[in-house]
């Protein structure tokens, strides 16, 4: 056995200030890139992705240190010095002596002796040598931490191995105080506890043996990691919760990118909103309804739903509804929609290429909701929380075979039957493009408003609700009940018209959200969105005549739930995409005429069913 004393002349080549641990939030820092060397960039990736922890496995061959997880697969030029020291030490000078340029991130290369450490120590304190302010935390309080893991010396002689060294411990040994201030973490393969393999969570008392387990390294001030992790998503999530410091991944890219956007994934309502409890008096009855109030949460799949749902704490106004189908949004030209063929569906009965709207395939005119039951008496109002000139709303007003025409979909409004229009995008009304059609809107009985303030002033008349874009800045940066507003004011004027009515309001923000995968974005638009069907609700169930259709345009985002506690009000979810996917979307139905919502249908029968509920077919 070879002593290990003479060795001590390290503790005074390197000081180490060993603080006992205060646990932190997980983020990409706390990443341990697991047998590190095995990336097909070894060191880089993980360096890149600013992991908290680096492995490499040696082993001693002809006086050099090599890099492998065995024997067998020693390959010349794969030295410790070459892979690891070389270029940490050449970013750690140009770092100005910090392991990271950033003063939040840090990190510690965990050496496993993957033979005696006998044999390999004293030719890896000679390689080291060369290296000395790479590890002198002393001088250099931002340099890299150097932990012995693997065929590491028994406790007894911790004391005979120097500084900067710390140790790699475990859970089962009982060290003393002495040997304890030589650890730097302690970790454990995760099947010595569990059979869970990273799928939904723990069993209950496996649980409870990790928690005690982590628990226990946490009360010595100690760092704690489990490897043999399964590496995905779920798995990370749960480790956090369970108090664990350092996870395990193969894949630093995939890790760091979850834990870089974790502000965007994660939402938490502490205090949630009341909902609505409807009457059903006059729900599904076999009676045609005198008004029809159509609220699309573009965007809105199963899963913002359900984020929703689990954000505030279990209920939403949504939940009242009883009759309940889904809308399949493919377009005309290809299976995933926008929203200019995914409303002009809803809005002509017809299915359209992207990007058209109020249009058929072929450019042709499409007659819309508003002027076919204009045709009957019916009053219109179109309301959104973002442009009027959007191609949601602009799909019950205009005819575009380009949706991002807004100055000729503004134009469109003088041959719109549409009673009430809300939004913002005054500017493409106002251009010089469109010179004179706010006076022609005038000639044509239309009262122009700036603000909802005096849009709640008016008693009657046709309605054009220019609201600046700050009226229509997300609900999370202070929009209001802009939405609520608008809807309970267009009802008050329309529901004196004796032929009764017809509202479409999009809450058109959840789409926003799902486009930028931005979690606490889209639920909170959802939030907004659903109380605006509480209020839908509370006049269907006032009025007694009022259907009420709750529906998408499309879903945005793919979007998933990876945790929820309702209990809390806290959810963390991850997005497949920042485009609009294929997934079909649920349609709600409250009111005399529900009962034909049901089913799976086509996203444009949902015009038709509208028609049938009110003729009562």
């Known amino acids: 056995m070879v002593e290990l004393k003479y ?181 454990q393969s995760l099947d010595t506890y569990t059979v869970w393999n990273g799928k939904g969570n723990p069993v209950a008392e496996d649980e409870r043996k990790l928690k005690a387990v982590i628990g226990a390294a946490h009360a010595k001030g100690k760092s704690f990691r489990l490897w043999a992790s399964q590496d995905s998503p779920n798995t990370w999530i749960v480790l956090d919760k369970l108090g664990v410091d350092w996870i395990n991944t193969d894949d630093p890219a995939k890790l760091n990118t979850f834990y870089k956007n974790k502000e965007k994934l994660n939402f938490q309502l502490a205090r949630p909103y009341e909902t609505y409890r409807a009457t059903h008096k006059k729900d599904a009855v076999a009676v045609a309804p005198r008004n029809v109030i159509l609220l699309i949460g573009d965007g809105m799949g199963l899963a913002q739903i359900h984020a929703g749902l689990m954000a505030n704490h279990g209920a939403l106004n949504i939940g009242n509804f ?129 603000s909802l303030d005096a849009f709640e002033t008016q008693k009657a008349g046709r309605q054009l609700v220019l ?37 479409m309001a999009e809450g058109a923000q959840i789409d926003y959200g799902g486009h930028a995968n931005n979690l606490p974005y889209l639920v909170t638009e959802m939030h907004d969105f659903d109380k605006l069907v509480g209020e839908a609700l509370k006049y269907a169930d006032l009025n007694g005549e009022t259907l009420v259709i709750v529906t998408a345009d499309h879903e945005t985002g793919g979007l998933s739930l990876l945790d929820a506690d309702p209990a809390h009000g806290s959810i963390t979810g991850s997005f497949s995409t920042n485009d609009h996917t294929n997934i079909m979307v649920p349609v709600f139905a409250y009111g005399p005429g529900a009962q034909l919502f049901r089913g799976m249908y086509q996203n444009n029968e949902i015009f038709y069913k509208i028609l049938n509920a009110l003729s009562h077919k």
């Not at 050449?90 to 290369?109: G, I």
């Not at 340099?143 to 500084?163: D, H, I, Q, T, W």
């Not at 010089?432 to 122009?448: E, I, K, P, W, Y």
């Not at 608008?486 to 018209?497: A, D, E, Q």
């Open 467 to 503: 609201l600046p874009d700050s009226a229509t800045r997300p609900v999370a940066e202070g929009r209001g009940d802009m939405l609520i507003r608008s809807l309970n004011k267009s009802i008050n004027l329309l529901k004196g018209n004796k032929q009764g009515f017809f509202i």
């Open 7 to 187: 060795l001590s002349c390290w503790v005074l080549a390197f000081g180490l200030g060993l603080n006992s641990f205060a646990q932190q939030h997980l983020s990409a820092n706390r990443g341990h890139s697991h047998n590190d060397y095995k990336q097909s960039i070894p060191l880089l990736t993980a360096y890149q992705n600013r992991m908290g922890s680096i492995e490499a496995d040696i082993f001693l061959k002809d006086g050099e240190l090599y890099v492998a997880h065995d024997s067998s697969e020693i390959v010349k030029g794969r030295t410790l010095g070459r892979m690891y020291l070389d270029p940490l030490f050449e970013r750690f000078k140009e770092n100005n002596f910090r392991a990271y340029p950033e003063a939040s991130n840090s990190l510690q290369l965990v050496i496993d002796l993957k033979q005696s450490y006998n044999i390999v120590l004293p030719r890896l304190l000679e390689v080291l040598r060369e290296y000395r302010p790479l590890f002198d935390r002393k001088k250099y309080p931002g340099a890299l931490k150097l932990m012995l893991s693997g065929n590491v010396p028994p406790p007894e002689r911790f004391n005979e191995v120097p500084e900067p060294f710390l140790i790699d411990g475990r859970p089962e040994v009982n060290y003393s105080d002495k040997q304890l201030q030589r650890i730097g973490m302690i970790s």
């Open 322 to 450: 009883s009759n309940i189908g889904f809308s399949v949004t493919c377009a005309a030209d290809a299976g995933n929609t926008d929203s200019a063929a995914g409303g002009t569906a809803l809005a002509t009965g017809h299915k359209t290429n992207n990007r058209f709207v109020g249009v058929d395939p072929a450019g042709n005119k499409l007659t819309n909701l508003v002027d076919t039951l204009a045709a009957g008496g019916r009053m219109s109002a179109i309301i959104s929380s973002g442009d009027i000139t959007d191609a949601t709303p602009a799909a019950f007003y205009a005819h575009n075979s380009e949706r991002s025409m807004s100055e000729s979909i503004a134009a469109d409004l003088r041959n719109s039957k549409a009673q009430i229009l809300v939004g913002s995008r005054e500017r493409s009304f106002s251009s010089a493009a469109n010179a004179g059609l706010l006076a022609d809107l005038r000639n044509q009985g239309f009262s122009v408003q700036h």
